[in-house]
């Protein structure tokens, strides 16, 4: 068959099948479909995914950190720190990391205790952008500070929580290295706004 009579034929309508048929087939793929592409939303973003790639150097230092230990037993997941909740900006956001990491993996960017180090500061800095941008969203679907009772928090917090010196700051413009170790350097020059509380 040539190409143009293969291009004709595809062009008809299916002369097999009915439009009712093909509208079942259609319909049919899509419900398999939706449950099957949240399932993979959903399955690349346990902690167990992340660890796949992140476990010699991320992973470790979660111990002992307050979002992973603390007296009332809650793990906070590295998704919820990490991605927007809502659908489509979750897997956007998943679709472009996604094809960065494997992109570095592949590179071996991170391969090595002393390759992540040497890439740290970089990754931090994306991702307090990030965080700067969006107006610390992740920490704020968790800590409402419409809900914050300045006088059950420390005295420190209290300080500098207090609207006058808070206003205009985000929450990791004060903290920086809440879940992981800082990048080296930093905290030594205090060149990054905030750190210097
Ligand atoms: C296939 C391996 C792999 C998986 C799985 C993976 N990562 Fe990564 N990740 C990397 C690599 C490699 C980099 C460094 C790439 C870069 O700097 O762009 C990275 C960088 C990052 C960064 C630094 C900021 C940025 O955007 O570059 C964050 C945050 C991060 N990953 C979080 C996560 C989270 C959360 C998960 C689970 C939802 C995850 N990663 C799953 C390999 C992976
Ligand atoms: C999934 C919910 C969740 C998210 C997301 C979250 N936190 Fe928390 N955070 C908690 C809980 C729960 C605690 C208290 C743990 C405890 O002490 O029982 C806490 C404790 C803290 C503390 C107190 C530290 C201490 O030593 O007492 C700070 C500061 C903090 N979070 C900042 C942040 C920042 C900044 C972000 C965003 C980068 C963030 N949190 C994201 C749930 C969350
Ligand atoms: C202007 C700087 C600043 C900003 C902005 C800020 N914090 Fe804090 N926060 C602090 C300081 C300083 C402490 C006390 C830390 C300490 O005691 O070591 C603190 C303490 C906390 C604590 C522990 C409360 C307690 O009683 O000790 C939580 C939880 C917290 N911050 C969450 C947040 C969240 C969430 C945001 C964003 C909505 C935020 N902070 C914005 C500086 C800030
Ligand atoms: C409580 C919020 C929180 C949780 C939980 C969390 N992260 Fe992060 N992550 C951050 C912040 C904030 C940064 C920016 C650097 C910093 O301040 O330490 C960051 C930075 C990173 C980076 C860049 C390297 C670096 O150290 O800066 C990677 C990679 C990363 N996170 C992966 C993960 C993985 C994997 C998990 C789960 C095992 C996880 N994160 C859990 C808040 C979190």
Redesign the pocket.
């Known amino acids: 068959m040539s190409i143009r009579t293969t291009l004709a034929k595809l062009k008809r309508p299916s002369a097999t099948y009915s439009l009712g048929a093909l509208l079942l087939v259609g319909v049919g793929v899509g419900t398999l479909g939706v449950p099957a592409f949240t399932y993979v939303v959903h399955e690349t973003s346990t902690d167990a995914f992340c660890l796949t790639c992140h476990s010699g150097d991320i992973g470790l230092e979660m111990e002992g950190r307050?979002?992973y230990d603390?007296?009332?037993g809650?793990r906070?997941?590295c998704y919820?720190?990490h991605l927007p909740r809502a659908f489509w900006p979750k897997v956007f956001a998943k679709t472009k990391s996604g094809v960065k990491d494997v992109y570095h993996t592949v590179l071996g960017t991170i391969s090595t205790p002393e390759k992540f180090e040497a890439h740290r500061m970089h990754m931090a800095m994306v991702t307090w952008e990030a965080?700067n941008a969006n107006d610390?969203r992740?920490?704020?679907?968790?800590?409402d500070e419409g809900a914050w009772e300045l006088a059950r928090q420390s005295e420190k917090?209290r300080k500098f929580h207090a609207p006058a010196l808070a206003r205009g700051k985000t929450?990791?413009d004060c903290?920086k290295g809440?879940?992981h170790e800082l990048p080296r350097g930093i905290g030594e020059d205090h060149q990054i706004e905030g750190l210097d509380y």
Request: charged share 10%.
């Open positions: 307050v979002h603390n007296a009332s809650l906070v997941s919820e720190c965080m610390s992740e920490c704020r679907y968790c800590h917090a929450c990791i903290h809440i879940a």
